[in-house]
């Protein structure tokens, strides 16, 4: 009977010469897997290590898919890098935007693009059309002149809460009723640096407020105050609408240069997309499938 506690010796049975047993040598980790099949562009291998690095380039749900991402740009780089060295394309290197000044092999990249992708530009025609199927994109946005009362209230204390709540409710009862007015009641109860102001906000436009808040702002005519509190993380709010300026459409003669900047860059990245694509397709590429249509290097 085996004692179930007490550590059995390993036996040595059928260990002799001949046996073909052989021990395993723990003094050696064994080696790590590759992340990857080894990925090559043309029989130019892309190292492990680059995709690694890569993947911090490539934010995503999932480790797995950063670095499917990162193969995937540095396949469509080393496309792009053999067919401008096969084309005998270089570039002068230039500074970014922001400062940086771009490596040869980017330089490299940006002459091939610009001496082989013909963009066209975008006519009256097409820039009116566009306007005609998008005209909601192309309105002011509206301004609102608003006051307010701040009761704050942290939003885990919920007894502060409750009783935020309740002296709100009778601020704007006591205000509809005239007992009261706005301005002077924010400067002597509201938790805002605008109290001052007598709540004055002064303009505001989407987007520069809490989205509970707008969505107040959105909806309040002209001249009426909200009928109940308005609860964000601060606390509660009571709202008053002093004026609204709505949104107005915008001529198409103010916003062509826009629209046609927008249509020849998306004819630009279809262009480059093409461009991939016919690489890839002619290219031998192992240890990874690359439709080059939606390339990373030209998102």
């Not at 629209?259 to 480059?272: F, H, M, N, Q």
Request: net charge negative; charged share 25%.
């Amino acid at each position: 009977m085996v004692n179930l506690f007490t550590p059995q010796q390993p036996t040595t049975a059928g260990a002799g010469p001949g046996s073909g047993y052989q021990a395993v040598d723990t003094k050696i980790p064994p080696k790590a897997r590759p992340v990857f099949s080894e990925i090559s562009v043309n029989g130019i291998a892309i190292a492990e290590s680059a995709i690694l690095a890569e993947a911090q380039n490539h934010p995503a749900d999932n480790p797995g898919a950063a670095l499917r991402a990162a193969a995937e740009a540095l396949v469509i780089r080393e496309l792009l890098l053999q067919k401008a060295a096969e084309e005998q394309v270089t570039g002068t290197p230039e500074t970014t935007a922001d400062g940086k000044t771009e490596t040869a092999e980017d330089a490299a990249i940006r002459a091939l693009i610009e001496t082989t992708v013909d963009v066209p530009s975008a006519g009256e025609a097409e820039c009116r059309r566009f306007y005609d199927n998008n005209r909601a994109r192309f309105r002011s946005e509206p301004i609102f002149e608003a006051r307010h009362i701040l009761l704050a209230a942290d939003p885990a204390d919920e007894a502060a809460r409750r009783q935020a709540r309740a002296e709100a409710e009778q601020m704007i009862a006591d205000l509809s009723a005239g007992a009261v007015g706005f301005s002077e009641l924010a400067r002597a109860r509201s938790a805002c640096p605008s109290a001052q102001q007598g709540g004055n906000l002064g303009q505001l436009s989407p987007g520069s407020t809490v989205p509970e808040f707008e969505a107040v702002l959105m909806r309040l005519p002209e001249g009426e105050m909200v009928t109940s509190p308005v609860e964000t993380r601060y606390g509660f709010h009571i709202i008053r609408m002093d004026r609204r300026i709505e949104g107005a459409q915008l001529p198409f003669e103010a916003v062509k240069p826009r629209i046609a900047a927008w249509l020849e860059a998306a004819s630009w990245s279809k262009a480059v997309q093409q461009f991939i694509a016919v690489l890839a397709a002619e290219a031998e590429i192992e240890g990874i499938e690359i439709a080059g249509a939606d390339g990373p290097l030209v998102q």
